[in-house]
């Protein structure tokens, strides 16, 4: 599975970099939380898989980067309602370094929500309560030390009644907004050339001065390109191209690529989608 090919991968990378792994501890706190004390018929409501992460400590998205275990969060709930894809906010970029060896990966640090968007449905009078279940995959590491890969189920009990705000909404509120549905989008063409891929889009005059000359890129696919090679920029009139050496130079463009790009202070983050770029053929 692809999973288990991941965590081969990892351990190879740990291998190389001398990463021990270390028993699980107090580094990572999972609990579900949401931003209504109470569920309302018919209303959309947010659940998060809120991690409090211990100094020095951090976890991964799903597009890990060059090495890592992504966290995945899958979610159950009561026949009728409706949960939205986990949405995970923009996560920072973390460079692993030993004699010889470079390495890039997508961490969270602290305190990060991974939030889905439940809608009720309107017959749920004769409820008092409701359960959300989640089922949390990830792993944490801190500089030489990794935690073993863990799976943690997690639940929340809801009561049915008027919405009533938590404590928790605010926090909720600010990583959703981080996340990839709520950032400004940027549509983009990819095509790969000379071993790179090559991804350019027109902007506006102030997603340009936003975005800066140096930015970042984070794919959710974190296989197709070589992130610690770095990645070159070139900023014409009002295209941005950004040029990425690939991991497989043979590697051709099937389906839409994704990611967060953050400016170049990290200071802002935007979601990124292509189209692959179609050559004509010349006619004989």
């Known amino acids: 599975s692809k999973r288990i090919k991941l965590l081969i991968c990892f351990l190879i990378s740990l291998a190389s970099l001398g990463i ?3 028993q699980s501890g107090q580094e990572v706190k999972l609990e579900l939380v949401s931003d209504t004390s109470s569920v309302s018929p018919g209303l959309a409501f947010k659940v998060s898989v809120k991690a409090t992460i211990a100094k020095d400590w951090h976890i991964y998205w799903t597009g890990t980067g060059e090495y890592g275990l992504p966290t995945e969060v899958s979610w159950t709930v009561p026949d009728g309602f409706e949960a939205s894809p986990t949405e995970y906010p923009a996560p920072h970029k973390t460079v692993q370094s030993s004699p010889g060896i470079t390495l890039t990966s997508h961490t969270y640090e602290k305190t990060v929500y991974f939030t889905t968007n439940i809608t009720a449905p309107n017959n749920i009078d004769e409820l008092k309560t409701i359960k959300v279940l989640a089922s949390v995959d990830w792993q944490a590491c801190k500089k030489e030390t990794c935690l073993a890969p863990k799976t943690t189920p997690l639940s929340i009990d809801l009561n049915i009644g008027p919405a009533t705000a938590t404590l928790e909404s605010e926090s909720i509120l600010s990583d959703w907004n981080k996340s990839q549905s709520q950032l400004p989008l940027i549509k983009a063409l990819a095509r790969t050339d000379f071993g790179h891929l090559e991804i350019s889009s027109k902007l506006s005059e102030e997603m340009k001065s936003q975005i800066g000359t140096d930015p970042y890129l984070m794919l959710s696919d974190s296989s197709i390109i ?38 170049s202070d990290g200071s802002k983050a935007f979601w990124l989608t292509t189209e692959s770029l179609k050559i004509d053929e010349p006619q004989i």
């Not at 920029?233 to 967060?260: C, H, M, R, W």
């Open 20 to 22: 021990a792994t270390a």
């Open 226 to 263: 070589k992130e610690s090679d770095g990645l070159m920029t070139d900023l014409e009139n009002d295209v941005l191209t950004l040029f990425a050496p690939l991991e497989d130079e043979s590697y051709e463009i099937k389906n839409s690529l994704q990611g967060f790009l953050l400016s």
